[in-house]
């Protein structure tokens, strides 16, 4: 028997609160098709797990201990067929180590144990976004910690007559796992930045999504966007990271909408109303500057599963 697990991406477009207005790192995101997280585990003789592939070492420890917590005495083999590079903004730690967990359980026949990632703090420490992402898709309302730390999130259909436009210059990192926790820790916003995240949240970017107003989702996007990078600008070196700045900036001269930074970057994002506009500007940000550019759109449904019993 074989499973095979296809992950989207997910951009991270920033946390709405530190707590004032709403619960602790609220926040949203977007789960988009491409480039997908492709993980296949077999059923093999014997005990135990080896990995092969892309990210095989990582894979190899993240399946181990699936097994070892879950109590699982079977031998599988997995291969991590596709996966995005690592910290530039996509989630993909995130979508690696769910796509193992939910291959290895399917394959098992048992429930895919979240809380064993989540107590090892491979997922969610801070935002669910890429939880959701991976679930259900779509434009994700992350709702934030809660006392009884169990995550609640609201997913949105996306507009998928959008096209989402997202460059990276090739070669360049956003932030390493190592530090990110303590700085997350140290940040609060004002009461003034939040209230006008929530404003924007609620009167623009929601709204936007709902009605299919590109411009209203875009402009508040946009807006919001440069505040949360202000509250981060003490540690990454300005509104944006300074590797994002200029693919920002060459976006919005593009003419494309809602441009921002996915988490830490270097991803950039940006949307436009057909694939047409998308893919013209695309190649002007690849020919003429160089930088990695995908063109894609979101992805409404989450993760999905084939299984193979022959």
Not at 21 to 44: F, H, K, N, R
Not at 98 to 110: D, F, T, W
Request: glycine letters at 12%.
């Amino acid at each position: 028997m074989a499973v095979r697990v296809f992950a989207p991406a997910r951009l991270h477009m920033g946390f709405a609160s530190t707590g004032w207005l709403m619960a602790p790192w609220s926040g949203i995101g977007l789960a988009v098709m491409d480039p997908a997280t492709v993980v296949e585990a077999e059923l093999v003789e014997g005990l135990g797990v080896r990995a092969q592939g892309l990210r095989s070492v990582e894979a190899e420890e993240v399946a181990k201990l699936v097994v070892e917590k879950t109590g699982l005495r079977i031998g599988v083999c997995l291969r991590v067929l596709e996966a995005p590079p690592s910290h530039v903004g996509l989630g993909s730690g995130t979508q690696l180590y769910l796509s193992i967990l939910e291959a290895v359980s399917r394959l098992a026949g048992v429930e895919p144990p979240l809380e064993i990632l989540v107590e090892a703090g491979l997922v969610g420490s801070f935002s669910w976004v890429g939880v959701a992402a991976f679930k259900t898709g779509g434009f994700i309302l992350d709702l934030g910690a809660a006392p009884s730390k169990v995550r609640r999130y609201v997913s949105l259909r996306f507009p998928r007559e959008w096209a989402v436009v997202h460059a990276r210059p090739p070669g360049r990192l956003g932030h390493p796992r190592s530090g990110e926790v303590e700085k997350l820790k140290g940040l609060t916003y004002s009461r003034e930045t939040e209230q006008r995240l929530v404003e924007l949240l609620m009167k623009k970017i929601l709204p936007g999504v709902l009605d299919r107003d590109l411009e209203l989702f875009g402009s508040g996007l946009s807006e919001y966007q440069r505040l949360v990078g202000a509250a981060f600008s003490t540690y990454q070196q300005g509104v944006f990271n300074p590797d994002s700045t200029p693919i920002v900036s060459a976006m919005e001269e593009a003419g494309l909408l809602g441009v921002g930074q996915s988490s830490w970057g270097p991803t950039v994002y940006g949307f436009t109303k057909s694939r047409k506009e998308a893919e013209e500007a695309a190649r002007l940000l690849a020919q003429e500057k160089g930088w990695t550019v995908t063109v894609t759109m979101a992805n409404n449904t989450g993760a999905r599963v084939v299984e193979n019993s022959a």
